[in-house]
């Protein structure tokens, strides 16, 4: 995109915008019925990294209210101190998911609106490197695009760059890490018309 957003700018948008995205997403339900998927595929009090979690809302409050012990994960400071001062009894780290090397492995991991904002090689890369944070077993929960190339999103009015890699390719990263698909829906209606993977790790 030679005049649009770019991902170095992502970290910015979202300290720049960090205290009104956090209060659009306050007290959201929308995805809880994905949430629930996911703790169905989880043991009881499980250990999950949310990664690009942002100020905790809501992914991570939904997966503290129902007895988690929640990691989370993100580029943006502001969105981690909004984190921290909501959520206190979680963990909360600066992290690049693109280098990512917690030294742990996780029950879950969910990446809810995070991985689209990587560019598309970097997407191909780093998916495998959080895979490898799965424990035999785990479950996986994203959202993505559908065809591969670069995109655009917006953060309370700001525009943000989102890229995507092909459905068929997301299946075939999946396969090659060892991950069967649990479910996949796109478009879904209830969600905001997301497209959502929800995965395990089968070895």
């Known amino acids: 995109m030679s005049d649009g957003p770019t991902p170095r700018d992502v970290q910015a948008v979202y300290d ?10 306050l007290g959201s339900t929308m995805e809880q019925g994905w949430i629930g998927r996911f703790l169905d595929a989880l043991p009881s009090a499980p250990d999950v990294l949310d990664l690009g979690c942002g100020s905790g809302e809501p992914v991570a409050r939904m997966l503290l209210e129902h ?15 909004l984190a921290q001062a909501a959520f206190p009894q979680a963990t909360w780290v600066p992290a690049d998911m693109q280098q990512l090397d917690l030294g742990l492995r996780f029950d879950g991991i969910v990446a809810w609106h995070s991985i689209f904002h990587l560019p598309v090689q970097s997407q191909r890369d780093t998916l495998p490197r959080i895979l490898g944070h799965l ?6 929960m994203m959202t993505s695009g559908l065809e591969e190339g670069e995109d655009h999103g917006h953060v309370e009015g700001e525009i943000v760059y989102h890229a ?23 478009d879904d209606r209830s969600c905001g018309g997301t497209n959502v993977w929800l995965a395990r790790r089968t070895g």
Do not use: W
């Not at 720049?16 to 997403?25: G, L, T």
């Not at 424990?135 to 996986?140: D, I, L, R, Y």
């Not at 068929?168 to 999946?174: K, M, R, S, V």
């Open 135 to 140: 424990k035999p077993g785990g479950a996986f």
């Open 164 to 186: 995507s890699l092909s459905k068929a390719e997301y299946d075939a990263i999946f396969q090659r890490n060892g991950c069967e698909i649990i479910d996949f829906v796109a």
């Open 67 to 81: 007895g988690c012990h929640v990691t989370g994960a993100d580029l943006s400071p502001k969105m981690l101190e």
């Open 16 to 25: 720049r915008r960090a205290v009104d995205f956090n209060a659009r997403r």
